[in-house]
Nanobody, 120 residues
Framework: QVQLVESGGGLVQPGGSLRLSCAASGSIFRIYAMGWYRQAPGKQRELAATITRLGNTTTADSVKGRFILSRDNAKNTVYLEMNSLRPEDTAVYFC??????????????WGQGTLVTVSS
C-alpha cells in the first residue's frame, strides 16, 4: 500500500556532491522515521542516516560531517545531501520508512534502491 520513490542517484567524481530524495505515498497515517540505508558490493546493508518524526537524527560515523539528512513532514519526503563523496561511498542506497496506518499498525517500507557511483 505504501510506495517509496527514490531519485538522485548517479555517477559523481570523488569530492563531488549528490542529493537523494525519497517520497512516501499511500495508506500512511503517520511516519515515525525515514532514512537511507546503503549496500556496497559484497557488503551487508548498513544504515547511513535516519531521522525520526520529532527530528532526531542518527548518522553513521563514516558519513558524519559529509552527509546531511533532512525531512519535509508535510510532503512525507526525506533528502540526503551527500558532500565530499569518496569511492567507498559507492553503493545502492535504499530509502526506508517506518510508519503506521489505520487501523494502527507499525510497518516498514523500502524503496527499490538508487545507485550512487563515486569514481574519477
Amino acid at each position: 500500500q505504501v510506495q517509496l520513490v527514490e531519485s538522485g542517484g548517479g555517477l559523481v567524481q570523488p569530492g563531488g556532491s549528490l542529493r537523494l530524495s525519497c517520497a512516501a505515498s499511500g495508506s500512511i497515517f503517520r511516519i515515525y522515521a525515514m532514512g537511507w540505508y546503503r549496500q556496497a558490493p559484497g557488503k551487508q546493508r548498513e544504515l547511513a542516516a535516519t531521522i525520526t518524526r520529532l527530528g532526531n537524527t542518527t548518522t553513521a560515523d563514516s558519513v558524519k560531517g559529509r552527509f546531511i539528512l533532512s525531512r519535509d513532514n508535510a510532503k512525507n519526503t526525506v533528502y540526503l545531501e551527500m558532500n565530499s563523496l569518496r569511492p567507498e561511498d559507492t553503493a545502492v542506497y535504499f530509502c526506508h520508512a517506518r510508519y503506521s496506518r489505520i487501523p494502527p499498525e507499525v510497518l516498514d517500507a523500502w524503496g527499490q534502491g538508487t545507485l550512487v557511483t563515486v569514481s574519477s
